[in-house]
Antibody, heavy 120, light 108 residues
Framework: QVQLVQPGTEVKEPGASVKLSCKASGYSFTKFFIHWVRQAPGQGLEWMGIINPTSGGAYPAPQFQGRVTMNRDTSTSTVFMELSSLRSDDAAVYYC?????????????WGQGTVVTVSS | SSELTQDPGVSVALGQTVTITCQGDRLRRDYASWYQQKPGQAPLLVFFGKNNRPSGIPDRFSGSASGNTASLTITGAQAEDEADYYCNSRDNRGDHVVFGGGTRLTVL
């Protein structure tokens, strides 16, 4: 079965960077794009960007350009998203989601999310 | 502000029908996808495209579109349908993904 596995929590200080992972299994890793979506406490969903696991090409959302880097490791079927210069308002649950074969923006499988806490 | 607009909250009596809407200019050209999110859980895709329901989603969930509005209808709402519902689509330029602000469904 399709699974996207994410670590549970990360705690970082303001100004630091966090690198999140998303390990895929149960399907052909290079055949489906992966998106990142975050959700601040009590808030809605915010799209952060997309990565093509085949080419490694990545496209952050405009509000994250310059702060977000996405890459992948095909040997372990894992994608990564690094967010730099963390601020208190970056505290959120960060999800990876697989793009449906019909194309985006339909996300058919989601990871359980990583809770990122930003605190000094 | 989001390019997709949803009502913040909607309620429905148990067993009745409820429609959750999502408005945006892009929806005149593209279909929306719909996600259900329960507390502490990741979103779950419940409907997408013109008429697509993922495997395992009850057939009481259906979708439709008209003009700039996409709708998710739950026919015979159950207690377990109480959740937040989000729509998403492309932004008006077509090159980014946007989500609606979400609708909290209360089943009375």
């Amino acid at each position: 079965q399709v699974q996207l596995v994410q670590p549970g929590t990360e705690v970082k200080e303001p100004g630091a960077s966090v690198k999140l992972s998303c390990k895929a299994s149960g399907y052909s890793f290079t055949k489906f794009f992966i998106h990142w979506v975050r959700q601040a406490p009590g808030q809605g969903l915010e799209w952060m960007g997309i990565i093509n696991p085949t080419s490694g090409g990545a496209y952050p959302a405009p509000q994250f350009q310059g702060r977000v880097t996405m890459n992948r490791d095909t040997s372990t079927s894992t994608v990564f998203m690094e967010l730099s210069s963390l601020r208190s308002d970056d505290a959120a649950v960060y999800y990876c989601a697989r793009e449906h074969s019909d194309g985006w923006p339909t996300f058919d499988f989601w990871g359980q999310g990583t809770v990122v806490t930003v605190s000094s | 502000s989001s390019e997709l607009t949803q009502d913040p909250g909607v309620s429905v009596a148990l067993g009745q029908t409820v429609t959750i809407t999502c408005q945006g200019d892009r929806l005149r050209r593209d279909y929306a996808s719909w996600y259900q999110q329960k507390p502490g859980q990741a979103p779950l895709l419940v409907f997408f495209g013109k008429n697509n329901r993922p495997s395992g989603i009850p057939d009481r969930f259906s979708g439709s579109a008209s003009g700039n509005t996409a709708s998710l209808t739950i026919t015979g709402a159950q207690a377990e349908d109480e959740a937040d519902y989000y729509c998403n689509s492309r932004d008006n330029r077509g090159d980014h993904v946007v989500f609606g602000g979400g609708t909290r469904l209360t089943v009375l």
